[in-house]
């Protein structure tokens, strides 16, 4: 596999500020996608991470609300903007590699734990 | 619309027995099927995956079982530990490599 790391791991932030979530690999892939688990609940994507194009959203997120960067193959990050305690969830990036014994399986980061009061 | 379902939010199981977690599904178009492990503040870890040409996939104590014409899938721990308690998810793709629909999860706990 592969080694994902997520910064920060956890934050707690004031209703109507904005958080970017870094999503960084240690191996080229080809999929990068970021997640959301509110709390109680299932994950949900957000968005698959196009590597120099926008994002693609899912139905329900946008981007002015969700923009997302991936400027080459091994980094994206998520910007959650204009916070409301509606988006304290855990945010998951996830990837699927290039090259390996798995090259069709998405891997996940830690999460970031985000708490808006 | 809730796609991909595991109705049982928990299960209990005594070490050693086996550990049997479902999960359905209604769409006939996906392709991929994935479960995950998850622990409290962890990211979810990749378990075992099933194309939907397969009906068994087996890597070591855990096996993957598709049933097409019922939607049903099922993964079978043999035998239990106490380590395998996690929060299980079904997760289902339209291809390899695409993006996931998962289950609500369900919560595995096994005793000593």
């Known amino acids: 596999s592969a080694v994902i790391s997520q910064k920060p791991s956890r934050d707690i932030c004031q209703r109507g500020t904005s958080l970017t979530i870094q999503c960084q690999v240690d191996s080229q892939v080809t999929m990068m996608f970021w997640y959301r688990q509110q709390p109680g609940q299932s994950l949900t994507l957000i968005a698959t991470a196009n590597q120099g194009s926008e994002a693609t959203y899912e139905s329900g997120f946008v981007i002015d609300k969700f923009p997302i960067s991936r400027p080459n193959l091994t980094f994206s990050t998520l910007t959650v903007s204009n916070m409301s305690p509606e988006d304290s969830s855990i945010y998951l990036c996830?990837?699927?590699?290039?090259?390996?014994?798995?090259?069709?399986?998405?891997?996940f980061g830690p999460g970031t734990r985000l708490t808006v009061l | 619309d809730q796609q991909v379902k595991q109705n049982s939010p928990s299960l209990s199981v005594q070490e050693g027995r086996i550990s049997i977690l479902n999960c359905d599904y209604t769409n006939s178009m996906f392709d991929y099927f994935l479960w995950y492990k998850k622990y409290p503040a962890e990211g979810p870890t990749f378990l075992i995956s099933i194309s939907s040409i397969k009906d068994k996939n087996e890597d070591g104590r855990f096996t993957v079982f598709l049933n097409k014409s019922a939607k049903h899938l099922s993964l079978h721990i043999v035998p239990s530990q106490p380590g395998d308690s996690a929060v299980y998810f079904c997760?289902?793709?339209?291809?390899?490599?695409?993006?996931?629909?998962f289950g609500q999860g369900t919560e595995l706990s096994v005793k000593p």
């Open positions: 996830s990837v699927v590699l290039l090259k390996g014994a798995s090259t069709d399986t998405q891997y």
């Open positions: 997760a289902a793709a339209y291809n390899q490599g695409g993006k996931l629909i």
